[in-house]
């Protein structure tokens, strides 16, 4: 089975993505912060990751770069969610190695079928 971390500080958002991910048929890992994050992709290596890039501590943005710049977390497909949906800030969201960016609120259709494109890859 499919296993997607879900990293999002807002219970509502995280809520949301969870049940539209399992409706899809993932398994789903949570995680509310940057380092929360890094520390269960060491430990439970997902198959893709839902980012939040407004997060305590390091940004979707930073979680994102540092991901992209280690070889064995490299290939898993990050998919930033955020509500900063300008066109620079999705720019630089596939700039810091994302491989999908999606506005907030979420389309959920459009999240489980990016989700199951990149998986494919």
Known sequence: MV???????????????????????????TADSGEEAIAKISSHKPDVI??????PGRSGFEVCRDLKAEA???????????TKAGEMDKFWGMK??????LA???????LVRTVKQLVKR
């Open 104 to 110: 907030k609120p979420i389309d959920q259709e459009e």
């Open 72 to 82: 064995n977390t490299r290939k898993i497909p990050v998919i930033i969610c955020s």
């Open 3 to 29: 296993t997607a971390l879900v990293v999002e500080d807002s219970m509502t958002d995280m809520q949301v993505i969870i049940s539209c991910l399992q409706q899809g048929g993932l398994n789903v890992l």
């Open 50 to 55: 839902v980012l939040d890039v407004v997060l």
């Open 96 to 101: 810091q190695g994302a491989d999908a960016y």
